[in-house]
């Protein structure tokens, strides 16, 4: 990699917390960066971050160097795709990490236990625990699937604002699943506000018929992140919703103490 005078005078100045104050900076500019939809201007940056422009200038250019972000024809600066093999990876990890959680789920609602994350405007299963029942539900860890018919994706955008979440809408679409998915934006906005008022997500027959899924996000987890339990219909009742609900939400909390404890 090749060196800059960001690695030879920002280097050698320790942050507040004992770290590299140049390591600090460049990453909180990826998370900017991110948070501005992946795509950024050096004046953006400057002006959001604080940072004098050749300080910017400097950490960019090694970022680019090393793949993990990249220059756009014009001019403007875009995550670059090594930064997705290392997503892939910390992914993987964060369904690892849950599986201890997971199975508890299993063991307290009997049901089959989920987590899944937000991956740009998918919702991707990154971890799974079956039910031991022998009629139970299973979702390929891997699988993608628009969050507008899924629990989880309810659980996932109840705090992202309306209009993102128009937006997002309006890049996916809204096919219907089954004959109960929502298919309108002011349908699923009505929903989220369910969400938000309940403290919890279902997905009623919305995903495939039959099936229910009850779904919570995991409160400050690093990514967005919700974990849920499916089952059928006649077994995921109302009557279950209520002692299930207080169980996934309990286990949610944990999980995400662990994730902060480890420093995930």
Known sequence: MPTSSASTTDSAKPAAGGGVQSLERAFDLLERMADAGGEVGLSELSATSGLPLPTIHRLMRTLVACGYVRQQPNRRYALGPRLI????????????????????????????????????????????VPSKHSMRMFTEVGRRVLP??????????????????????????????TEKTITTPEGFLAALEDVRRLGYAVDDNEQEIGVRCLAVPVP??????????????GRVTEEATEKIVPVLQGIAQELSQALASSGA
């Open 85 to 128: 093999r290392l997503g892939e990876s910390a992914s993987r990890l964060l369904g690892t990490w849950a599986r201890p959680y997971l199975a508890r789920l299993v063991e307290e609602t009997g049901e089959t236990a989920n987590m899944a994350l937000l991956d740009g405007d998918e919702i991707v299963y990154v971890a799974q």
């Open 148 to 177: 507008h018919s899924t629990g989880v994706g309810k659980a996932l955008l109840a705090n992202v604002p309306d209009e993102e979440v128009r937006a997002l809408l309006s890049r996916t679409g809204m096919p219907a699943a």
């Open 220 to 233: 400050d987890s690093p990514t967005a992140a919700a974990i849920s339990i499916s089952g059928p219909a």
